[in-house]
């Protein structure tokens, strides 16, 4: 299995929001990713994380949604994947991809892990939840292991009324100038079919309410984000917001969407949704007459446009220079500060397990492997970007890697010496851990 040469020394146990939970062959969460835990940037007022999250409830407040943001981040396997209906082999499960606390708990890797305890528990027929997310990815600018999920959803009861029941939902969501490119029908029998206990009638409805209910948040957001920017460029017109809806797949929605949003040239991925499947309802105690959607947005990617922030790891910066350039309810322009000088450094080495398998991960490493341990030796957030620049098989059969690696603070100005030794004990710490040779 991915890692099986892993040796990772854990602690006996590991303490999150004051319970203990014992390791074993499962776990896999550092220090260093422990350490964001609890930082709850989302409820910080004057945080831009905190301020898009507020903007949120308040375009919100008055629709009917609960709205929770205060879950704790460590949740089942069961609530994460299986009530979802994830597949056993599905890659979102690996070790690679998440951080597990040991077999059975996890720091959720989406927001979609509350949809059992809301479905369950919620007493509006809506709820929204805002909250921190983890998952074991690459390094750059635009990616870090912590970042924040708002989920939204919305259920019906199916009796003879229901048609009429959220036609009427439907004509009170408010009016908004917004330009929709090429919405597809509701869903497609082919590749997005809806589920069998719905009606033709009744997808079309729903999915319009979904895609409506969006479009107001996503428009809402980026609209003000267009006044920040246009500010920031001396330019007062604001042209209503574009946004195309294309068909996606997630295990627990049928049919099941994305949405893109026109910005700054580019179309934007940044939230996937659909038709809640009626199996996740009854699972989470409904009754099998339940209808409904839901979504979920990622938030640092948009908080990032809006606040022409250009690094994702700003958002967890300590720096007053960071933190106090914003202000509850202001989308403004971040004005960076003087950037630090970087420098790069290589990393090369042979993988010496596994010489007969075509497969990398069969081979006892994977690249998320090294993002870990270069998270963990270098607290401080010290790495701007992590680059694989080289990847051959060798004559002997072994795999050669080579990854650059940047070294930047956002806080000060490193010395050789110390991005030397850091450096040093990566390369070290990898040797010790995996079956691999340095160069
Ligand atoms: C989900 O996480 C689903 N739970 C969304 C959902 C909810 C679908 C309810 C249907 C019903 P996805 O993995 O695509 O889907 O992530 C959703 C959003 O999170 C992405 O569009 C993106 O904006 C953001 N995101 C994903 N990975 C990262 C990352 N490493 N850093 C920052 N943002 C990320
Ligand atoms: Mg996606």
């Known amino acids: 299995s991915v890692g099986s040469c892993l040796r990772y ?3 006996e146990s590991i303490v999150i929001d004051g319970k203990s939970y014992e390791t074993d062959d499962w776990t896999n969460l550092p220090s260093s990713i422990l350490k964001l835990v609890g930082r709850n940037l989302h409820l910080n007022p004057n945080h831009p994380i905190g301020i898009l999250n507020s903007l949120v409830k308040k375009r919100f407040g008055n629709m009917g949604y609960t709205h929770y943001d205060n879950f704790k981040p460590v949740v ?13 082999d599905h890659p979102g499960r690996s070790k690679s991809d998440t951080y597990y606390i040991n077999k059975d708990y996890l720091l959720r890797t989406h927001t979609s892990a509350h949809e059992y305890y809301c479905f369950k528990n919620c007493e509006t027929p809506g709820y929204f939840i805002t909250a921190d997310v983890y998952r074991r990815d690459e390094i750059d600018k635009t990616h870090y292991p912590g970042f924040h999920q708002m989920e939204g959803a919305r259920i019906w009861k199916k009796d003879e009324n229901v048609i009429e029941t959220i036609s009427k939902d439907l004509e009170n969501l408010p009016t908004i100038d917004i330009i929709v490119e090429d919405t597809p029908k509701s869903y497609d029998d082919k590749t997005n079919p809806k589920q069998e206990y719905m009606s033709v009638e009744e997808v079309a409805l729903v999915s319009r309410h979904l895609k409506r209910t969006i479009e107001i948040l996503v428009n809402e957001v980026f609209h003000l984000g ?3 920017s246009k500010k920031n460029r001396n330019n007062k017109k604001i042209e209503p917001l574009k946004v195309r809806w294309v068909e996606a797949y997630f295990p627990w929605t049928a049919p099941s969407w994305e949405i893109e949003v026109f910005w700054n040239g580019e179309w934007l991925e940044c939230c996937g949704c659909g038709l809640v499947q009626q199996q996740v309802l009854i699972n989470s105690g409904k009754n099998e007459d339940t209808i409904g959607w839901a979504f979920g947005i990622g938030l640092d990617r948009i908080a990032m446009l ?6 994702i790891r700003l958002f967890w910066s300590e720096d007053d220079r960071f933190l106090k350039q914003f202000k509850e309810g202001s989308v403004n322009y971040f004005k960076p500060y003087s950037k630090y000088p970087s420098s790069k450094k290589d990393i090369s080495f042979f993988i010496n397990s ?3 398998k ?3 991960s069969e081979r006892g490493f994977h690249d ?3 993002y870990e341990i270069i998270r963990e030796v270098s607290q401080e957030d010290l790495i701007e970007n992590v680059n694989c620049i080289d990847n051959f098989v060798h004559p002997n059969g072994k795999l050669s890697k080579c990854f650059r690696i940047t070294y930047q603070s956002m806080d000060r100005t490193l010395t050789n010496d110390e991005v030397n030794k850091i450096h040093e004990k990566i390369k070290q710490t990898l040797a010790e851990r995996f079956d691999i040779t340095l160069r």
């Open 9 to 11: 020394e854990k602690p």
């Open 76 to 88: 089942s396997k069961f609530e994460n994947f299986d009530v979802l209906g994830f597949p056993e």
């Open 226 to 228: 267009m006044i920040a």
């Open 306 to 311: 809006l606040f022409g922030i250009p690094d």
């Open 354 to 356: 596994g010489k007969e």
């Open 358 to 360: 075509g497969n990398e």
């Open 368 to 370: 998320n492997d090294l």
